[in-house]
């Protein structure tokens, strides 16, 4: 990757784009448009087909007809394997211009865009493939008289919905395990972050994937989402993005089919600092990665900061100075370390929750404003929130933008009960040199990941999924298999 190979991508024109569906390139049943904008410059960057209800009954009409004829879903694993290897294949050899395409809709820094989307997409579905000719039914410990075997089967129909700041790679963690397993797939990207999964899509189709087997509907949630939710034809719906929507998707699924859904929602995680962490000043230097990169955009963001009181002010001072020193800016320069907040409307919410802490008695330490007004684009200083009381606002909710809520704790029982004082449990981290406190600590925080001494750190084998309000189920790792699989149990009487 070098930044002229960057700046000749940037330039080029990306045409209108269409829904995928029945492995064709089709316009909106109403021929509907919207504008797809670059949070980098304010510049609207192309059009997308506006969907329709309509246009999600075809998709999923046809991915039940290319399920029910078996041309993916009854074809060998080690066949389905062949493809999906090809198909990684064929994204890593674009990567740079999917990173690229991907920056210029959705703001994140270049240098974390091109290993976090295709590199990370392209791993994802090789990990798939190569798992699914491994895995094997079961036979059960049953009498003699009888052979009890456990099947496990496609559920049919997926339908997939994702966010906007890592498209391809969260995009990837739903496509790869559902297409493995022989499911059909409807998805629907965000709708300020489409074109990097429709450019993917179409690779599948080059690399031999059967038409109808992915589809792709863009447009808005409240209406292709919607109507995914609502659709008697999708067996289970996988979630990617705010618990608002989760919980209007859990609805949805009552009001028609009860179809399966699995949520991964937003955090408010925890990172826990002792005095007795084996290293200050890279805790520091690592807690202000982890709420700062991609202008905090990111689910797992560490962006509650508990730290022990006797440590408070130097920490907090060497984290200030660690936010201070971030370069932000044009997103697909190779220099910038912090690219653009995502939309104006997430920028005012932003700001929003900043000027509210202060309200609320929190002390503004780094940041808090609009920088770069010039380049039309959307950005933010890091900006750090001290003295933040653990009821307000800051403190419980996800800002989703680079800002973070510093509260001080004195004992290891306070940090516990702060650290699971909110209504969320995706990430967390904790820093100290005790051994047992670590596991102590692992133990008591509620969470689906704990990161000790470290923060951000994952591959592929390991489950990343929330607990309470952050969601159920997980994506990565072998058990995400099993989100879309259905048990079938065969009883033979011998
Ligand atoms: P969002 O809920 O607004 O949108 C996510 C997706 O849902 C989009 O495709 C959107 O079009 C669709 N949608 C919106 N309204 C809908 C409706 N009524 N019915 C059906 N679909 C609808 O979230 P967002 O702003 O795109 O993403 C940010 C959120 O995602 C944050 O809360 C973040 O923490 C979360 N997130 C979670 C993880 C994780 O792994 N847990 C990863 C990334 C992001």
Redesign the pocket.
Known sequence: MDQASIDALRAEVIGPQGHLIGGQVVPASDGGLMETTSPIDGRVLTTLAKGTGADVARAVAGAREAFEDGCWSRQPPAARKKVLLKWAELIEAEALALAVMGVRENGTEISMAYKAEAGSAAATIRYYAEAIDKQYGEIAPTADSVLGLVHREPVGVVGA??????PLM?GA?KLAPALAAGNSVVL??????SLTLLRIAALALEAGLPPGVLNVVT????V???A??LSMGIDVLA????????R??LE?AARSNLKRCYL????KSPNVVFADAPDLALAAKVSAAGIFRNAG?????ASRLLVEESIHDDFVAALVAAAEAFRVGDPLSLETQIGAV?SER?LAQNLHFVDEAEAEGAQRLTGGGRILTDTGGTYMAPTVMAGVAPDTRLAQN?V?GPVLAVTPFRTEGEAVRLANGTDYG?SSGVWTRDLSRAHRMIRAVRAGVVHVNTYGGSDLTVP???VGQ??NGS?KSLHALAKYENLKTAWIQL
């Not at 447009?219 to 409240?222: D, I, K, Q």
């Open positions: 919905i994702v966010p906007w700041n890592f969260i963690w629907k990207p965000a709708e300020t972050a447009g808005e949630g409240p292709v989402g919607e995914m939710g979630f990617t993005g705010s618990g608002a929507t989760g209007r998707l949805y991964e929602l937003g955090g955009q990111v689910c797992v963001a995502h997430q996800e989703f995706l990343l999924g929330g952050s969601g994506d």
